[in-house]
């Protein structure tokens, strides 16, 4: 990326960048035709619409009933081989809506930071909100349906059916783009990396849902806890309620639990996310070291080290550089360090947009690095409602949606919560990340993020960004 300077000017190029977001988010020079219902399933979706059929549903069982507990190693196995039996048009699909979500995440990553503090950072997943919205869209009708088919990146070009996507394809294209991450660490002899995505579907007792609407859901979210409590009477006692059930079945300690239920709400849709990386070749240091939050303030954390040839980018005018560290045969870490006192909203901003993984891979260059980090343990949790509500769009997700296929009972959607945890930590191996430095190799160039830095989680195969992360301090919860 080529930039023209710092200060005025990089806070110019931060404002024309998200500008650009703000004018283009929903238009895309694109061929999406591969997620689009075909002419012969609009002619079947007509004929079931004017005979509505009755469907089949069923009650959510009270949220003090007994549950599994969600199963991370079988979730694993499940999109290990989803990614192996993709065809040629699952990976187009997959790119197509991997391209939508990282723009739309992009969007909501800059909405995120002006309605909250970014005291403590922030942790975003693109494709964890992407699936959030497209299992409502999945779940809509009418106005609705085309209100989030439009913020998803697609608007409908006319009402006919053609021009819809269909929910279904784009959640199976999520899961490959799941798989796709998961599936190349152990191919190429990386450590394991773990995605887990549970979806929990909290209901005022009596409520039916729809069969058809939890089976299509399942692609992105192979585990689905729909669940029945009283919103009304204490809604304090119910988030209560909810946090305990979730702490039960997952074991995650996740950031942001829920701390009350808006009244009137007959229906909660939260989407949790766990992922575990873990850095092969990197070694956790003997004792904690110091991160600067500020030029004033240190704090003591666990950092990891490794040693090796990075692709490495940086340019003196845009003030800050990047490290990409393989996590796997198609994943990486992507590190962005200021330089200096650097402003990271600047930075941010400039990063943190849908051309710049695109400009850097053009003037990427090999360097031998002596590379070391925090290991990192990030919780989030927002609901989408309010981050909405800076994009000019806090009605589309409010109380009078039409989720005519979740259930035939007119819903009030109390909160789209979308909550994860984030897990960075040192390998137990003792193998490279990459080719360790040899004698014939230049010095190693010491590289250390002691102080405020972004990073993204990015898989090449798909383009997809799965994880955007801003650290402050690595002690606080996000």
């Not at 806890?225 to 919103?231: A, K, N, V």
């Not at 209560?240 to 709400?265: H, M, Q």
Request: hydrophobic share 45%.
């Amino acid at each position: 990326m080529i930039l023209t300077g710092t200060g005025l000017k990089a806070t110019i190029l931060c404002l024309l960048a998200w500008a650009g977001l703000a004018a283009g988010d929903r238009v895309y020079i694109h061929p999406f035709h591969l997620l689009f219902y075909p002419k012969s399933s609009c002619i079947l979706m007509e004929k079931s619409i004017a005979e509505r059929p009755k469907e089949s549903t069923f009650t959510p069982v009270p949220v003090q009933a007994k549950s599994s507990p969600v199963n991370e190693a079988a979730l694993y196995e499940q999109l290990v081989l989803a990614a192996e039996q993709l065809t040629t048009e699952d990976r187009q699909r997959a790119t197509q809506v991997a391209m939508m979500a990282n723009f739309l995440g992009l969007r909501l990553y800059k909405a995120l930071s002006e309605v909250g503090s970014t005291a403590s950072g922030i942790t975003l997943s693109p494709t964890a909100v992407f699936g959030t919205l497209a299992s409502l869209y999945l779940g809509a009708w009418d106005t609705t349906a085309s209100e989030l088919q439009a913020l998803l990146g697609v608007p409908m070009q006319d009402q006919g059916c053609t021009s819809r996507l269909d929910g279904h394809k784009v959640l199976s294209a999520l899961k490959a783009i799941q798989g796709l991450l998961v599936a190349q660490g152990e191919a190429s002899g990386q450590a394991r990396l773990l995605l887990s995505t549970v979806v929990g579907m909290f209901t005022v007792p009596g409520l039916h849902l729809k069969r058809s609407f939890m089976l299509g859901l399942a692609p992105f979210a192979p585990v689905i806890f729909p669940r029945s409590l009283d919103l009304s009477t204490d809604p304090n006692h119910a988030a209560e309620k909810i946090n305990t059930f979730l702490k039960a079945v997952t074991g995650w300690k996740i950031g942001g639990p829920l701390a009350g239920v808006r009244p009137g709400s007959t229906l909660l849709f939260n989407t949790y996310v766990h992922f575990q990386g873990r850095m092969k070749g990197f070694s956790l240091l003997a004792g904690p070291q110091k991160f600067w939050v500020d030029n004033s303030t240190a704090v003591s954390v666990p950092m990891m080290s490794g040693s090796g040839t990075f692709q490495h980018w940086s340019n003196p005018q845009s003030n800050f550089s990047a490290i990409h560290v393989p996590m796997g045969k198609s994943a990486t870490l992507l590190l962005i360090q200021p330089h200096g006192a650097s402003n990271l909203d600047q930075i941010m901003c400039l990063a943190f947009h849908h051309d710049f993984l695109v400009k850097m891979n053009k003037n990427l260059s090999s360097r031998a690095m002596h590379l070391t980090f925090p290991q990192l343990e990030l919780r989030a949790s927002y609901d989408l409602q309010e981050v909405l509500t800076g994009t000019k769009l806090s009605a589309l997700l409010g109380t009078e949606v039409n989720l005519d296929r979740i259930s035939d009972t007119s819903l009030r959607v109390g909160e789209v919560r979308n909550s994860l945890l984030f897990e960075l930590k040192a390998d137990d191996g003792k193998q490279p990340v990459v080719s360790t430095r040899q004698p014939s190799m230049p010095e190693a160039l010491e590289v250390t993020l002691n102080s405020p830095f972004l990073f993204a989680i990015y898989e090449k195969e798909a383009d997809a960004l799965h994880f955007l992360g801003r650290v402050d301090n690595p002690l606080s919860a996000v």
